[in-house]
T-cell receptor, first 115, second 110 residues
Framework: DVKVTQSSRYLVKRTGEKVFLECVQD?????MFWYRQDPGLGLRLIYF???????EKGDIPEGYSVSREKKERFSLILESASTNQTSMYLC??????????????FGPGTRLTVL | GEDVEQSLFLSVREGDSSVINCTYT??????LYWYKQEPGAGLQLLTY?????DMKQDQRLTVLLNKKDKHLSLRIADTQTGDSAIYFC??????????FGRGTSLIVHP
């Protein structure tokens, strides 16, 4: 059973703080993704990674950076948190040979509040 | 790029059928997915369909694909209160990165 875990379910930070959101998957998947989910806006892709040390910008990368030093771990970094980054953050992973129809596996999400 | 649209809310009575609709814009979309998100949880894949199919059935779930109109639907038979959740439609094609709709909140009344 694929497991994607995220370091925190709930997080409260102050404006200007540096925030790290961690995601770990245990199935040796090459691809990993970070999304944010806001009511009425659905999921928006922030960054994704095809493999270790590789990263690509998604639709809304501004204010975020990522790190993928090990295959199983994909970190999302908010360099200087702002109130408009209050959101639910979802991590997902996917095998490289996803064309089998297998698709993304999601973590439980981190609800981040920036005060 | 791809655009995926779905209505935001659907309310049904327990025992009735629910039909959630989705439209997409990229005719080269190869894989179309339905995900379910229960309160406070991540997304869970419910079912998917390849673009060369027009129907897929899995127990209480029926997916219909009209490729000409770029329309996808998810029918849940005998809807139960446990089916209350947000349902996301997603499509992936040439870019292989899925595009998600905004999600449909299904509310099931006893």
């Amino acid at each position: 059973d694929v497991k994607v875990t995220q370091s925190s379910r709930y997080l409260v930070k102050r404006t200007g703080e540096k925030v790290f959101l961690e995601c770990v998957q245990d199935m040796d998947h090459e691809n990993m993704f970070w999304y944010r989910q806001d009511p009425g806006l659905g999921l928006r892709l922030i960054y994704f990674s095809y493999d270790v040390k590789m990263k690509e910008k998604g639709d809304i990368p501004e204010g975020y950076s990522v790190s993928r030093e090990k295959k199983e771990r994909f970190s999302l970094i908010l360099e200087s948190a702002s109130t408009n980054q209050t959101s639910m953050y979802l991590c997902a992973s996917r095998p490289q040979d996803w064309v089998r129809g297998d698709t993304q596996y999601f973590g439980p999400g981190t609800r981040l509040t920036v005060l | 790029g791809e655009d995926v649209e779905q209505s935001l809310f659907l309310s049904v009575r327990e025992g009735d059928s629910s039909v959630i609709n989705c439209t997409y814009t990229d005719s080269s979309s190869t894989y179309l997915y339905w995900y379910k998100q229960e309160p406070g949880a991540g997304l869970q894949l419910l079912t998917y369909i390849f673009s060369n199919m027009d129907m897929k059935q899995d127990q209480r779930l029926t997916v219909l694909l009209n490729k000409k109109d770029k329309h996808l639907s998810l029918r849940i038979a005998d809807t139960q209160t446990g089916d209350s959740a947000i349902y996301f439609c997603a499509a992936s094609g040439g870019s292989y990165i899925p595009t998600f709709g905004r999600g449909t909140s299904l509310i099931v009344h006893p």
